[in-house]
């Protein structure tokens, strides 16, 4: 039992009595949710329209007269309340027939202690009062659905199953009571015949519709459970794609470590053979380096031509000569032990030096020039070959 049942047993009431006695038993059984069931009927019988608006009516007085038997005061203080709310527009929205019946309810409450004294002048005082503005009744908010289209028929179908239910339990009720009433025939209720007859007629055609609902309920339930088998059909469907979307996708793995396991090879292979062409082209400098530090040893460096041939005639002079000793004695006027001082070795290469410098400058001479050089080594070379070199012990005597 829910809110939802409720109203949909309000939408589907009707002016007999036994509609209107099945649905405010309905509501005095429900006591948690009789607040609810209030708003519910107070936002109904604002919207309806005159002949619905008296039916609510109606149905507001069996409830509070029910109430008041069984000593609900809580039903009865609600309803009050919730009267004097809706007792002014609804009175002035109806005709002039509704509103004596409206009038002829407020006498019966009074008439039967229903509310309390205070409550009904001010419900007299309502009815009396001009027409006031309707009070607004907000709309609820749509609610956005968050069903899903595969599960939105069944959702529907068991919104369905509701409704009928609701309907066919109100059916049920009053069956069940006047069955108690009308198939006893031992008890002392009992109406004259032809009444009773009708009565039974009345209660056949109830069964006829009751067994009507139930086998909509049935046909119902069917629909649902074959909407289930065919969205369990869909489910194992989609299960069986889902294997093999993830096979697939794990073969794609597998290939994609087998790529990245040859790609890792080839980069480490390059890697090496990168590291190894970098060892050899390192030893190969090396070794480059090495042969021109040997070249550079062995191979004697030139400026110029020129150079190289006026070194030529000190080169031969010095080949001559059997030590540095003896080359000096070979320039010296006198023979004395002096001239292996220090002084006397140094005016030596001074003089050495002056004589390249004049050979130097001699390069750029005529070839008279160089014949004349030539001689001149010649005769040096002679008198060096005529001249007694000392000894070394007569050198070294001399020294002590």
Same mark, same amino acid.
């Given at each position: %039992? ?11 009431? #009707?002016?007999?009595?036994?509609? /209107? ?5 309905? %509501?005095?059984?429900? =006591? ?28 507001? #007085? =069996? ?11 809580? !039903? ?14 609804? !009175? ?27 409550? /009904? ?32 028929? /069944? ?15 109100? +059916? ?35 069964? %006829? ?25 869909? /489910? +194992? ?16 793995? #597998? ?19 990168? @590291? @190894? #062409?970098?060892?050899? @082209? ?19 460096? !030139? ?18 000569? &059997?030590? &540095? ?8 006027? +006198?023979?004395?032990? +002096? ?27 005529? =070839?008279?020039? %160089?014949?004349?050089?030539? =001689? ?25």
């Amino acid at each position: %039992m829910s809110v939802q049942s409720f109203t949909t047993r309000l939408d589907n009431i #009707n002016e007999t009595q036994d509609s /209107i006695n099945a649905l405010s038993t309905y %509501m005095i059984l429900n =006591d948690s949710l009789f607040d609810q069931f209030i708003n519910v009927w107070k936002t109904h019988i604002l919207r309806a329209d005159s002949s619905r608006k008296l039916l609510l009516l109606y149905l507001c #007085n =069996d409830v509070v007269q029910k109430a008041k038997r069984q000593n609900k005061s809580r !039903y009865l203080s609600k309803f009050s309340d919730t009267l004097l709310d809706i007792i002014n527009p609804t !009175y002035h929205a109806v005709d002039v027939n509704i509103k004596k019946k409206i009038s002829r309810l407020i006498s019966v409450w009074e008439d039967r202690f229903v509310f309390e004294t205070e409550t /009904i002048n001010n419900l007299k005082d309502q009815i009396n009062k001009p027409a006031a503005k309707e009070p607004v009744i907000s709309q609820p908010e749509a609610q956005v659905s968050t069903i899903t289209p595969e599960l939105k028929h /069944i959702n529907d179908l068991f919104q369905h199953i509701n409704q009928l239910t609701d309907i066919s339990q109100g +059916n049920l009720t009053q069956l069940g009571i006047q069955s108690k009433t009308y198939l006893n025939l031992e008890s002392d209720n009992l109406p004259k015949t032809q009444v009773h007859l009708n009565k039974l007629n009345v209660l056949e055609k109830l069964s %006829m519709v009751s067994i009507s609902n139930v086998e909509k309920i049935k046909s119902t339930r069917e629909d649902i459970k074959n909407s289930v088998e065919s969205l369990l059909n869909v /489910i +194992n469907d989609g299960i069986k794609t889902d294997n093999t979307k993830i096979a697939v996708i794990r073969d794609k793995i #597998n290939k994609i470590k087998e790529v990245r396991a040859a790609l890792s090879g080839e980069l480490k292979n390059s890697t090496e053979q990168s @590291n @190894n #062409n970098d060892g050899n @082209n390192d030893k190969d400098r090396e070794i480059e380096e090495q042969l021109e530090e040997e070249d550079d040893d062995e191979l004697p460096k !030139y400026e110029n031509q020129d150079s190289e041939s006026d070194d030529e005639i000190p080169s031969k002079r010095r080949k001559l000569s &059997p030590s &540095p000793s003896a080359k000096k004695v070979a320039f010296s006027e +006198n023979i004395e032990i +002096n001239e292996f001082e220090h002084e006397h070795e140094h005016e030596n290469e001074e003089a050495e030096a002056e004589e390249f410098e004049e050979k130097d400058d001699l390069k750029d001479g005529d =070839d008279e020039e %160089m014949n004349d050089v030539s =001689d001149s080594v010649q005769q040096e070379e002679e008198v060096y070959s005529k001249e007694e070199t000392p000894s070394v012990m007569d050198l070294l005597k001399k020294l002590v």
